[in-house]
């Protein structure tokens, strides 16, 4: 008898809340309806696409000139705003990079390797004509132990 106590107390409390939504209802259903769910197998499972060209990974790539390949930091810390043709560098707020190696020695005074080491330690220095001074400071910080490889890298962009 105690054991089927909460049973009808239950069963009442059920009711009163029928009752309730009933009144409140007057006309309306009251009955949720279930929201039918998709089978399992119409469910599409997200697979990683081999070979698909718009996400470019943040890897290793060959250089279109072959031998130096593309550091991985270049592509991710430059490439947002640098365009390098064919890698994943396909930013287009600065000037593009894809023969920095001979165009750098042509800027100032410097050689190609010094002009790219101070476009990346002080951009301020020197802004390349038709651009607004605008590539951020601080990213050899960014760069980290990739800094010489990137500029290596940019210098062998003839
Ligand atoms: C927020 C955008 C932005 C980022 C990020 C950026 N740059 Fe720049 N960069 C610019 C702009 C704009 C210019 C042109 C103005 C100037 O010379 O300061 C420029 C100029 C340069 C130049 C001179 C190009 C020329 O034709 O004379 C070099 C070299 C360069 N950036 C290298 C880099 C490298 C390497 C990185 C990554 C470590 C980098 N930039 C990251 C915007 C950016």
């Not at 470019?56 to 072959?66: D, F, I, L, N, R």
């Not at 005074?109 to 390349?128: K, M, N």
Request: proline content about 9%; some cysteine; charged content about 10%.
């Amino acid at each position: 008898m105690l054991l089927r106590t909460p049973i009808v107390l239950l069963t009442l409390l059920v009711a009163a809340i029928a009752l309730v939504a009933a009144c409140g209802n007057s006309g309306g259903s009251v009955v949720a309806q279930p929201t039918a769910l998709a089978p399992l197998g119409d469910i599409t499972p997200i697979t990683a696409e081999p070979g698909d060209s718009d996400g470019e990974p943040a890897t290793q790539e060959p250089a279109p000139s072959g031998g130096v390949v593309v550091p991985a930091a270049f592509i991710t810390t430059c490439g947002v705003c640098h365009t390098v043709a064919d890698t994943g560098a396909g930013g287009q707020v600065g000037p593009e990079l894809t023969h920095i190696g001979s165009i750098a020695s042509t800027r100032t005074g410097l050689d190609a390797e010094a002009y790219i080491r101070e476009s990346i330690e002080d951009p301020g220095a020197f802004v390349a004509p038709g651009f607004a001074p605008i590539m951020p400071g601080g990213l050899v910080g960014s760069l980290g132990g990739d800094f010489e490889a990137v500029v290596a890298y940019l210098v062998s962009l003839n």
